[in-house]
């Protein structure tokens, strides 16, 4: 007995000991971590494009050279990363030479525009031959007056778009490890003329330029989708087949380049959502079969390999959205309540999750390309938001909140993520009119992308295009 | 008879209760104990709630401090000059007057062993020299050869380079150099690291496209008493030139520092202080 005392008060003395140790050990050099640090945007300076060809073409080739500066500055600006410094501010011609001065001659000085505090400088140049076009770029780091990226593209004159995108691309490439999202396209459902009756499927630049009409079924089509190369979409329509009385909510299959379309589920009732899975054999989508529609999983010739949703009795579960690495779908589903919510399940449609739980209407999840991310569309009071939270649902954040001209506010909807994950894009009624629309994933920058009389439904981000 | 004996019995049974009721009660009382003491060992909460009592130990400061420069300025006025200016800060409340005897008895005894035994030696080896020998005289040099090579290592850890400094004002920097920290110099230390951090956080600041490249760097700012930059310098390159300027840049935003407390002016000084952009 006593012994075991002994032992319990040497212990007790021992543990006093090393208590006493361990905060004489603390630590005196002082080192400090900073953690994120706060962002600036840097200043740019992009003076107009010199051409280099022959003095003859001078005339023709300036719609071209204005087209790619355009192109560039606007994507540029978009991307956040930079503010481009009006040009009525610089204090050298932009003719001057595309390399600095004391090699070249009547090359541009880093001085004129290290007084302007540019960060950054692009002089650039175009030339064009018969149908040949060639672009020659350098971007300087004033600050550093070195030359942090040189390049020439060529082809052919239609191009021009493209290679101004391209050089985009490359250029956020250069700097921050990220290429740029400017060669990516958008598919959409459009009504064309704003008469909000009958809907095709249009594919654009991600900027709103180059509308093609894809589908001509004149009658409603929705919910198109992108196969994960970028060379197929999935699209519904309600399509009157032979030896049927009515419409029905069809799935489509579509090759954009070959423009073969084939009708892949058509069961009574809706065949609708599409989200193709990023193993490119198989498709997710809604089929109502006359009941309470359910996720299904589907090979591109229409069978179905899986019901993913199973009830419960009476609830509908809607609007599946594959993430980037396969393994999950988020849908919409009204099963606690009327309230539609979003929620997540594995790709076998194990273990489901309720990730919102605020307002009266969320729908149509979209995945960020990381699979970080979820956007949504909710409803709060009586109009539609875009919301972007982690894929477990915290951190959820606001990106819109806007009103129409009478005052009223307007519906923000149909969320989708660019390929480079810092955009979110969606529709918005703000001007009266379905415009396209997008936001830094943070909601610091919103701009318009479309701008013209027609409607657009259902926007969906492809990933960077070839 | 028999009453008796069962009184005797009880008696005895009592006689045995008594020290398993000791037995009892000491090993409850040590569980109660190492109770306590595991709850204090394990769950020690942070000084924080010690706030209150800070300036409880800023009052008996000033009183040790006033006692210090009489030991201290026996052999020099140095080690003293730190504290002498802190006693203009605090107002000096005379209450405490034993505690104060502590710090410095522990500075003057260890202060005189280092030349003491020198002398004591060095007279010694002059007694024994005379009659034999000559070994305990290398024994001796080499002894104060050593004791030179460990001051001198001294002064290289406290990195008083500047001042050419006494023996004295080295261990003044030792001190103040020392790897424990406790009560009110603890309590400096952190709130000066915390104002440090939020200054230096303020002005840490990076163009968008650099950001999100996963880039890591550390640089090494050595400050003066009044928190100029006397030097700043990438220790850890993020191996891109962009950022390591920013870095640099920040550096440069962020001067002046927080003017540091004393006691730290030092290490400030000299060791400095390493930034983690962003750890």
């Known amino acids: 007995m006593r012994k075991t005392v002994l032992m319990l008060l040497s212990f007790l003395a021992f543990l006093s000991f090393s208590q006493q140790t361990l905060a004489q050990e603390s630590n005196n050099g002082i080192y400090i971590k900073l953690g994120e640090a706060k962002t600036k945007k840097s200043l740019m300076a992009f003076p107009a494009l010199q051409y280099a060809g022959s003095p003859t073409t001078t005339s023709k080739a300036q719609a071209t050279g204005a087209e790619i500066f355009n192109t560039v500055t606007n994507d540029l600006t978009i991307s956040s990363y930079f503010q481009l410094i009006n040009s009525a501010a610089f204090l050298e011609e932009a003719s001057k030479g595309l390399t600095p001065a004391p090699g070249n001659p009547n090359g541009f000085k880093y001085e004129s525009w290290k007084a302007l505090n540019a960060d950054f400088l692009i002089k650039a140049a175009f030339s064009i031959v018969g149908d040949e076009l060639t672009l020659e770029t350098y971007t300087y780091h004033v600050p550093r007056a070195s030359l942090v990226f040189g390049k020439k593209y060529q082809g052919k004159v239609s191009t021009a778009r493209r290679m101004a995108h391209t050089f985009a691309n490359d250029l956020l490439k250069e700097l921050t490890g990220q290429t740029g999202p400017f060669l990516s396209r958008v598919v959409v459902a459009s009504d064309l003329n704003g008469t909000g009756k009958i809907k095709e499927i249009v594919t654009m630049d991600w900027d709103g330029n180059n509308i093609d009409q894809v589908t001509n079924h004149k009658s409603i089509c929705l919910s198109p989708a992108w196969s994960p190369d970028g060379k197929t979409i999935a699209y519904t329509s309600y399509i009157k087949r032979i030896g049927n009385k009515f419409r029905n909510a069809d799935m489509v299959l579509l090759n954009l380049a070959s423009g073969k379309r084939a009708p892949v589920s058509y069961r009574k009732g809706i065949n609708s959502g599409a989200s193709f899975d990023p193993d490119g054999k198989h498709i997710y989508l809604t089929i109502s079969q006359g009941e309470r529609p359910d996720i299904y999983k589907m090979t591109y010739d229409g069978k179905l390999v899986l019901k993913v949703t199973n009830g419960p009795a009476g609830a509908m579960n809607v609007e599946p959205a594959v993430s980037p690495d396969g393994s999950k779908v988020a849908f919409s589903s009204d099963r606690s309540g009327r309230a539609p919510m979003i929620y997540v399940m594995d790709a076998n449609g194990n273990n489901v999750k309720r990730i919102t739980f605020a307002g009266q209407f969320n729908s149509t999840p979209a995945w960020s390309p990381d699979g970080k991310k979820i956007a949504f569309a909710g409803q709060s009071e009586d109009h539609f938001d875009i919301f972007v939270m982690n894929s477990d649902g915290s951190d959820m954040k606001r990106l819109t909140s806007a009103r129409k001209p009478n005052g009223k506010w307007a519906f923000n909807e149909d969320p989708t993520f660019s390929p480079d994950g810092r955009f979110v894009m969606y529709t918005s009624d703000r001007t009266g009119k379905n415009q396209i629309y997008i936001s830094t994933v943070d909601g610091t920058e919103e701009r318009r992308v479309t701008n013209d009389e027609a409607n657009y439904y259902k926007p969906k981000w492809s990933s960077n295009l070839e | ?279």
């Open chain 2, 1 to 279: 008879m028999i009453t008796e004996e069962t009184e005797l019995e009880e008696s005895i049974n009592n006689e045995e209760e008594l020290p398993r009721g000791l037995v009892v009660s000491f090993i409850l009382h040590a569980l109660l104990l190492s109770f306590f003491t595991l709850k204090a060992v394990f769950f020690t909460p942070e000084a924080i709630d010690y706030s209150a009592a800070i300036r409880v130990d800023m009052v008996g400061l000033p009183d040790k401090i006033q006692t210090l420069p009489e030991p201290a300025a026996k052999e020099e006025a140095k080690p003293a000059l730190p504290e002498k200016q802190k006693e203009k800060t605090p107002p000096p409340p005379p209450k405490p007057v034993e505690k104060p005897a502590e710090k410095p008895l522990e500075k003057a005894v260890k202060v005189p062993p280092k030349k003491d035994p020198d002398a004591i030696n060095l007279e010694k080896n002059k007694n024994d020299q005379k009659n034999a020998m000559e070994k305990l005289k290398a024994m001796a040099a080499l002894e104060k050869i050593k004791e030179d090579v460990a001051e001198d290592k001294k002064k290289k850890e406290a990195g008083a380079g500047k001042d050419a400094a006494g023996p004295a004002k080295v261990k003044g920097n030792v001190l103040s150099a020392g790897s424990s920290l406790t009560g009110l110099e603890r309590l400096q230390h952190d709130s000066y690291i915390v104002d440090l951090d939020k200054h230096i956080k303020n002005q840490w600041q990076l163009p968008e496209w650099l950001s999100k490249r996963d880039l890591k760097a550390q640089a090494r700012v050595t400050i003066d008493s009044n928190g100029n930059i006397l030097s700043s310098k990438i220790v850890k390159s993020s191996g891109n030139p962009s950022y390591d300027d920013e870095v640099l840049a920040t550096i440069q935003r962020a001067a002046p520092f927080p003017k540091p407390p004393e006691k730290f002016t030092n290490i400030l000084s000299v060791d400095g202080i390493l930034i983690g952009f962003p750890e």
